[in-house]
């Protein structure tokens, strides 16, 4: 994630706090003497690293302590507040037209991603609200961009609209408005042209199908690799377009991520959603609130239970957590979960997303191989249908027959069934409402640790309830 080296630097910063009934001012100025200096490193404009140091230090002096947090925990609840500020405090849902079509014009500078971000965008809304997009080329200038846009149209079944590099943008967006108000689409994406800096001809052009499109949404897409370029183009394209809301592809990016933190404040525009991978998928709604948790190391809960819920239904999730509770889950459902896990991203990102995963020793350096995940899978699938079902039948013999049939060594077949049942011990442990023997070590003694610990017990003790209610209502019953 972007933020990575912005996130050790802040909780170095504030670790060094000292444990005390109160925060003394001077610990305060030391804490925004390095919170500053992650800001400006993060590439986070100068005008916000001082307004926001500022409204830190204000509230932090003399800081009343809550009856649940000790006074570096505090500070740290200041931060996540005054962060959260920065990048917009509520989340921003797209302009609706209340006549279809809702129109969404993209702009940007090319190579930000603008054109790939019309497809996850449009498949975004067309898997979340069932609604029937279509997508306008009127981007004749760049090398093979409509032809780009008509994979992306193909990969996810949305229609695409062009006619063509010789017709002028302005005629095309009208004659495919048009065909989007016959077929009834309820969401037209047009995705303009872009240039490799800003010039008059760009914003000229661009004026000109606002005038005939009366956009609900002008999305300005930025890559947040640029830094402090990416504020001036946005500032840029707001005065001369007023822009209504920002994207911000390539966040999962090696980048300093100072971008997402001063857009928001330079230009008044909010963040409304951001690109976390390379497919056509990985877009989420951008939850200021959220991404303040991930920069400081707090994990991000609710976005990692939505991408589960995005993979799971209610009746996969009960037979899934009964089976864990009755112990019964075999090969067939690993398999079945690890595709599913796959499927909502790289593992080391979902594992951030866990308070206080930040903390654990060697987490910056996992990298999980897919060719790591096919070998589990060969050797599952070089089982009998029995063992998938029964892993108490795996003896020896047997271990060396699935070690042979899936071009593995027993050694590696030993290590992934001991992984499995590990797998299993522990899982059954968390739904019956314990934390795993050694959990809490995982999340360490610093400041995000302990607020780690104290999120996983909440969550902890709202399953153990939920079991003694089931309990309950089965003797009922």
Sequence with gaps: MAFESLTDRLQVAMSKLKKKGTVREEDVKE???????????????????????????????????LESLNPTQQIVKVVDEELTKVLGSEVSELNKSPKIPTVVMMVGLQGAGKTTFVGKLSNFLKKNENARPLLIGADVYRPAAI??????????????????????????????LEQAKQNKNDYVFIDTAGRLHIDEALMGELQQIKEYAHPDEILLTVDAMTGQDAVTVSQSFNEQLDVTGIVLTKLDGDTRGGAALSIRAVTGKPIKFIGTGEKLTDVEKFHPDRMSSRILGM??????????????????????????????FNFNDFIEQLDQVMNMGPLEDLLKMIPGMNNVPGLDNLQVDPKDVARKKAIVFSMTPAERENPDLLNPSRRRRIAAGSGNSVVEVNRMIKQFNESRKMMQQMTKGNMPAGMENMFGNGVQGKLGKMAMNRMMKKNKKKVKKNKKNKKKK
Excluded: C
């Design 31 to 65: 804490m925004m003497r390095e919170i500053r200096l992650a800001l400006l490193e993060a590439d986070v404009n100068l005008q916000v690293v001082r307004g926001f140091t500022k409204r830190v230090g204000e509230r932090a002096v003399g800081v009343e302590i």
């Design 299 to 328: 994990g991000d809960m609710l976005t990692l239970i939505e991408k589960a819920q995005r993979e799971y239904d209610d009746e996969q999730a009960e037979e899934l957590a009964k089976k864990m509770r009755e112990n019964s």
């Design 147 to 176: 032809d780009q846009l008509k994979v992306i149209g193909q990969q996810l079944d949305i229609p695409v609209f062009e006619l063509g590099t010789d017709v002028n943008p302005v005629e095309i967006v009208k004659q495919g």
